[in-house]
């Protein structure tokens, strides 16, 4: 690959228009993936919440769930759009860093 | 298709564990032997595009959402081993950062996405592909034909996980504790959708880019740099 430096900018062309993948679902009044759903969504389906599916549910607590931004969700499309873009940059980020570090280990030295 | 903490009681996702950490391991030792350091950056860019790909969630009007992976391109450019790291990662940082998907599924959801779309992708691109130039049609419609397959069979193996859960683990009410819904449920339930729509928009990314690989980089796409 002689340069990348095009398929970068693609990436961030793609990041900025990330928030689409959030105003169509919501345009069209779209849920949840199938088997993505909330305790309250599962209970409303299934008329009971499955009790070792309620235990592990929030085991974790990830620090941008929905890919927002605290401060950012639940104040309008415009906001939550931003939240969007700005969490798909640091998780790219991320992504791009530990690639990189992981690539630096595991790549075999280029012969000259 | 990201299976969320709860949804897979723990036989099954600690069996997944045990299944992908030895494959995480042999990736590792193939791209070892076979990755050279100037592709470091274009692996880092896959990891990423698939990152960003997924973000972009697809409606069906009054239905659920779903998307697509890139997954089977990524295999494409860097070999689906260096394919398996790649996705592997970008899953594990949206579960971690952002709680796409669980951190007990976290090898769940590789397997379905990292390991099974991938490799199942890439073959069936190979195997369209074979024998034809790196610029000519065949190999586009290939890529395409193996993003379709490759979104499928994740789809697929992500829904027999969840149809198995109601038959492994019941509560002493005979309620299931995980998963509610039965494989005759889900099975349907996930195809359906990918058959018809988002595996159809995979596709379609995975052709269009190797139409732009074609044109611009022609040869990445040679078999060697698989």
Redesign the interface.
Known sequence: ??N?K???WG?IF??L??P???I??E??????????WSLEE?EKM?G?I???????????P??????NLKGMEGKGLIHSSLG?IL??F???C???G???L???C?????LP | MHIPDGYLGPQTYGVLYGVMVPLWAIASRIVRRTLHQRQVPFLALGAAFSFVVMMFNIPIPGGSTGHAVGGVLVAILVGPWAALIAVSIALVIQALLFGDGGITAIAANCFNIALVMPMSGYWMYRLISSGATPTSRRRWIAAAIGGYIGLNLAALTTAVMFGLQPLLSKGPDGRPLYFPYPLEVAVPAMAFQHLLLFGVIEAAVTGLLVIYFQRTEPSILEPAGG
């Open positions: 690959m002689k990348t095009n398929l970068w990436l793609l990041i228009l990330s689409l993948g959030l169509l679902p345009l069209v009044k779209s849920g949840p993936a199938w088997g993505e599962i299934v009971f499955p009790q070792g599916l309620k235990k592990l549910a929030d085991l974790w990830a620090p941008l769930p929905e890919y969007y969490s798909g640091l998780g790219v991320v992504v791009v530990v690639m990189l992981l690539g630096k595991l790549g075999k030295k280029d």
